[in-house]
């Protein structure tokens, strides 16, 4: 399942990229001018306070919103720039997501709601989605549905739908941001393979600064700014991590 | 298709709702089957008989009733001509009720070429037995008359006994109508008895009069030709002139036949429109509460027609789901009903055929009824933001109930019902 195979993981380069919610008196700043490049195959991880445009970032990323001004070069081309149907499809073959609330379907089993995902791309859709079950370590509980799996479990079950379409760049958004400190390391642990083993971009949104230290290099955010931009020189495991 | 497994869990999770929509369908259907069935059953069981035992098209009343049938008989579109005698007089029965009935002439021996009647007891007219009648079943139901009864009729000399030879269905008395001026006559104070020249004889000159009946040619113009024997009629002096539309019997049985159709459509309305706003109101509120679901389906690359087809579907299946059962159900109760219906009034024909057309339009009703009241929220649907799965797992802050209630019902606020519901 090595996603570097197929895509290799994208470069990303944003260039005054600048979201504003709403109009006149009720517009939020979401997004200022931020310019930030991305090596191919990076583990990035975005802190920042709430509210400080975080989430905004990574569905501007992710191409679910459009930047209100900027532009955001994905291998050279501008997602900003994209039609509807274009974005469609970049987010179609280009992009996983992992939330925060692992947002499963209630009435699909473990592995219909992989497959569900895993439909939207060539190939046999339920043995792409047992083996992407199967990295998670979740190869027997399957059948299970959302409401039968513990919170770890469920975000185990996101990661494999996340991943299942192999996209190039994983962006997850506080997805330990419901679990308890071992389950948290477990997901932790899981992306990072994702991301590095894999060789994909993966970008981590969270307002907690232990979790910035599994990663290669961590971008702080205030206000919809970055204010500071480190790289990581000795990152730590997951299982050492602790909060 | 994992998509379709959603859709038939989502509905079996929230099997009550939708069982309510459903069965709300499955009934205005089959309501809509069943009376049109019938409608159209019946419509065919009177075609029928009125083919089979010659219905007069056109009927005229006195004047030169020979002159009048010579020369519509000349007309191309007419096939049958028939010349009669009917007279209205007193019958006494058991022994002491007495009503004014109606003696209509026929030939003894053999039927009429227009307006025959059905033996359904008994023998037709015998010239040998210039005695015997045959007697409108409705008359004979009433008083218990069989082949072989008698009872009297008024003539010059005075009560003269008559027996009856057969009981018959006639197309002019499926409803015993005494005219078109007193179409609820009773069974009590009226009857119709079949008799030959020989008894019509006998009667007193001012109580008969002279009838022409025309039959025409199948598939000929028949408003033309009414008009055209309506001229000749009139020319020769008839007193009256009706068409089989008009007669008194058939007047009276279109207009009840005609009430089926109108209920076909009304009753079935009223409960496809209610099933419409269960079902709108049931998938506003499952969009709404399945807005981060949607969102991550957007989210993940599926397109909004997608998400709007998988939406509608709701609906479909629903209208589906009601329709098929009701108009196989509907096609049964048209069976029952026609056969109980012509049961009730005696219609000695009963024709039940099953029709497609009632069948297709019945799940085309329950296919539009799901997809019309699905439309709106299926739009809703597919413009959800796909950043409703990063930011929608919780509803909004805010106003809250109130607003998700104006989310539910977008029109409701314009209403005055509905700012109340809104700002409650
Ligand atoms: N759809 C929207 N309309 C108006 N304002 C919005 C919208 N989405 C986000 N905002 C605002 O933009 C700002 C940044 O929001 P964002 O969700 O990106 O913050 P965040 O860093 O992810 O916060 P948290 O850690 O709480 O998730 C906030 O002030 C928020 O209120
Ligand atoms: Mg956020």
Redesign the pocket.
């Known amino acids: 399942m090595a996603a570097s195979g197929q895509t290799p993981p994208p470069g990303l380069a944003l260039r005054g990229l600048s979201?504003t919610?709403?109009e006149g008196r009720a517009a939020?700043?979401?997004?200022k001018s931020v310019d930030l490049n991305i090596a191919p195959g990076q583990f990035v991880v975005v802190l920042?306070?709430?509210?400080?445009?975080?989430?905004?970032?990574?569905?501007l990323i992710g191409g679910i919103e459009s930047p209100s001004a900027g532009r955001l070069l994905i291998d050279g081309v501008d997602v900003a720039a994209m039609s509807v149907e274009e974005r469609t499809t970049y987010r179609r073959e280009r992009v996983g997501f992992v939330f925060?609330f692992f947002n499963l379907i209630p009435t699909l089993s473990a592995l219909e709601n992989v497959q569900l995902v895993a439909e939207l791309v060539k190939g046999d859709a339920e043995a792409a989605s047992r083996r992407a079950l199967e990295r998670v370590g979740l190869n027997s509980r399957v059948d299970h549905f959302p409401s039968a799996l513990s919170g770890g479990e469920q975000q185990r079950v996101a990661i494999a739908r996340a991943v299942v379409k192999e996209p190039p760049l994983l962006l997850c958004?506080?997805p330990t941001g419901s679990l308890d400190l071992d389950t948290g390391r477990q997901i932790l642990a899981l992306l990072r393979a994702a991301g590095r083993r894999d060789g994909r971009t993966l970008l981590l949104?969270t307002?907690n600064s232990v979790i910035a230290r599994v990663a290669d290099r961590v971008v702080r955010?205030r206000s919809?700014e970055v204010v500071a931009d480190e790289t990581v020189t000795q990152p730590i495991a997951p299982e050492e991590v602790e909060w | 298709m994992i998509l379709r497994r959603k859709l038939l869990r989502d509905m079996r999770r929230r099997r009550g709702q939708f069982a309510a929509v459903v069965l709300t369908i499955f009934l205005g259907i089959v309501l809509f089957g069943a009376s049109y069935d019938a409608f159209l059953n019946l419509k065919a069981s009177y075609q029928s008989l009125f083919d089979d035992l010659r219905f007069a098209h056109v009927t005229t009343v006195g004047g030169d009733t020979q002159a009048i049938a010579d020369e519509v008989a000349a007309r191309p579109e007419v096939v049958a001509v028939t010349t009669r005698t009917v007279a209205d007089i007193p019958f006494r029965l058991g022994g002491n009720h007495k009503l004014l009935g109606r003696v209509v002439g026929l030939p003894a021996g053999s039927q009429p070429e227009v307006d025959q009647v059905m033996v359904l007891r008994g023998t037709y007219l015998d010239p040998a037995r210039p005695e015997g009648v045959l007697v409108e079943q409705h008359m004979s139901n009433r008083f218990g008359l069989e082949p072989g009864s008698s009872f009297e009729v008024l003539g010059p000399q005075g009560w003269t006994q008559v027996r009856v030879a057969g009981v018959v269905a006639s197309p002019e008395y499926i409803w015993p109508a005494r005219s078109r001026q007193d179409i609820l006559t009773s069974t009590d104070d009226f009857g119709v008895v079949f008799a030959g020249a020989g008894l019509l004889e006998t009667l007193p000159n001012t109580a008969a009069h002279r009838e022409v009946l025309a039959f025409f040619r199948p598939g000929s113009d028949g408003t033309a030709s009414e008009a055209v024997v309506r001229d000749i009629a009139l020319r020769h002096e008839a007193v009256d002139v009706y068409t089989r539309a008009e007669q008194p019997s058939n007047a009276a049985l279109q207009e009840d036949v005609q009430g089926f159709g109108d209920l076909s459509l009304m009753f079935p309305l009223l409960f496809l429109g209610a099933a419409g706003m269960a079902t709108y109101v049931l998938l506003t509120r499952m969009v709404y509460s399945q807005r981060a679901q949607i969102g991550l389906l957007l989210a993940n690359g599926f397109r909004r027609r997608t998400v709007f087809r998988h939406y509608l579907a709701y609906g479909l299946a629903a209208g589906l789901a009601g329709a098929v059962p009701a108009v196989v159900a509907g096609a049964l109760l048209a069976r029952i009903i026609t056969g109980f219906y012509t049961a009730a009034i005696s219609v000695p024909v009963t024709v039940v055929r099953l029709h497609p057309e009632t069948l297709l339009a019945g799940v085309l009703f329950g296919l539009v009824a799901g997809a019309v009241s699905a439309l709106s929220p299926a739009l809703l649907a597919s413009r959800t933001t796909p950043?409703e799965a990063?930011?929608g797992s919780k509803p909004p802050a805010g106003p809250g109930e109130a607003s998700s209630r104006s989310w539910c019902l977008p029109c409701a606020g314009c209403l005055p019902a509905g700012k109340w519901c809104c700002a409650a």
């Open positions: 979201k919610y709403g939020v700043r979401a997004l920042g306070p709430s509210g400080s445009g975080k989430t905004t970032l990574l569905n925060q958004d506080e949104v307002h955010m919809g | 950043a990063m930011r």
